[in-house]
């Protein structure tokens, strides 16, 4: 009698009965456990011909669980390097494309170069300290002082951007004066820097187009003030005698 027609006993299904707890880690916990079983299936197959079988049907698989990536370039390419990681890096196949490794997928990304976390003006922020720096190599002349003039104007709107009220132009000399290490000095020089006005006047928004000469306005039926529809009159559906 075949093994597969053997009734089971209730008691022994229930014993053998399988926890999360107690099953092996999911790589990729998109594609499911009964994927992961069909890629531990295919890695312990001996022949090489149905093992190459068993991978090309477990991508027609996960092809098909995604149908919305297989317009997307190289989805096939996506699809085989998931299979080898899923794998665990023990699938013997071959695959179109250039099989991963594990120290590649291992690889960290390079320490980014974070800017200073404790500046004394924050407001003005960092770019402000490295348009200094890049004036303090510059040689003398109009353009040095057309863009010290610049950074000067820029460190005030900045500041305006934390205080509100106002700023004098001394409080700003000084600043750069102390943020340039004493290599741009405005402190005795008659520069006058923009208005705070100027620099805090924002353009407002044209609600209503301007229309060319002679086209006429669309009237809109709502009342302005409601919002909601003109009443009709009477006699506006009137149909004339």
Same mark, same amino acid.
């Given at each position: 009698?075949?093994?597969?027609?053997?009734?089971?006993?209730?008691?022994d299904?229930?014993?053998?009965?399988?926890?999360?707890?107690?099953?092996s880690?999911?790589?990729?916990?998109?594609?499911?456990?009964?994927?992961?079983?069909?890629?531990?299936?295919?890695?312990h197959?001996?022949?090489?011909?149905?093992?190459n079988?068993?991978?090309?049907?477990?991508?027609?698989v996960?092809?098909? $669980?995604?149908?919305?990536?297989?317009?997307?370039?190289?989805?096939?390419?996506?699809?085989?390097?998931?299979?080898?990681?899923?794998?665990?890096?023990?699938?013997?196949?071959?695959?179109?494309?250039?099989?991963?490794?594990?120290?590649?997928?291992?690889?960290?990304?390079?320490?980014?170069?974070?800017?200073?976390?404790?500046?004394?003006?924050?407001?003005y922020?960092?770019?402000?300290?490295?348009m200094?720096?890049v004036?303090n190599?510059?040689?003398?002349?109009?353009?040095?002082?057309?863009?010290?003039?610049?950074?000067a104007?820029?460190?005030?709107?900045?500041y305006?951007?934390?205080?509100?009220?106002?700023?004098k132009?001394?409080?700003?000399?000084?600043? $750069?004066y102390? $943020?340039?290490?004493?290599? $741009?000095?405005?402190?005795?020089?008659?520069?006058?820097?923009?208005?705070t006005?100027d620099?805090?006047?924002?353009?407002?928004?044209v609600?209503?187009?301007?229309?060319?000469?002679?086209?006429?306005?669309?009237?809109?039926?709502k009342?302005?003030?409601?919002?909601k529809p003109?009443?009709?009159?009477?006699n506006?559906?009137?149909?004339?005698l």
């Amino acid at each position: 009698m075949n093994l597969k027609y053997i009734k089971e006993n209730s008691n022994d299904v229930v014993h053998h009965l399988e926890y999360n707890a107690e099953r092996s880690h999911l790589i990729i916990p998109e594609y499911g456990r009964h994927l992961q079983k069909l890629i531990d299936q295919a890695t312990h197959i001996e022949d090489d011909i149905e093992r190459n079988k068993a991978a090309r049907y477990i991508i027609q698989v996960m092809g098909s $669980l995604n149908p919305h990536l297989r317009d997307v370039p190289d989805f096939q390419h996506k699809l085989w390097d998931q299979l080898f990681i899923m794998s665990d890096f023990k699938l013997v196949a071959d695959s179109p494309y250039p099989i991963p490794s594990r120290e590649v997928l291992q690889l960290k990304p390079d320490v980014l170069k974070y800017p200073q976390n404790f500046p004394k003006y924050r407001f003005y922020g960092n770019n402000i300290k490295y348009m200094i720096d890049v004036a303090n190599k510059w040689d003398d002349g109009d353009m040095k002082n057309a863009l010290v003039k610049v950074i000067a104007n820029h460190m005030k709107k900045s500041y305006l951007s934390w205080n509100k009220d106002t700023v004098k132009d001394d409080v700003i000399f000084e600043h $750069l004066y102390e $943020l340039s290490d004493g290599k $741009l000095n405005l402190l005795q020089s008659e520069e006058e820097l923009l208005n705070t006005t100027d620099l805090l006047r924002t353009n407002k928004r044209v609600s209503n187009k301007i229309l060319p000469v002679g086209q006429p306005k669309i009237l809109s039926n709502k009342n302005s003030k409601t919002g909601k529809p003109n009443p009709v009159h009477k006699n506006q559906n009137r149909k004339p005698l």
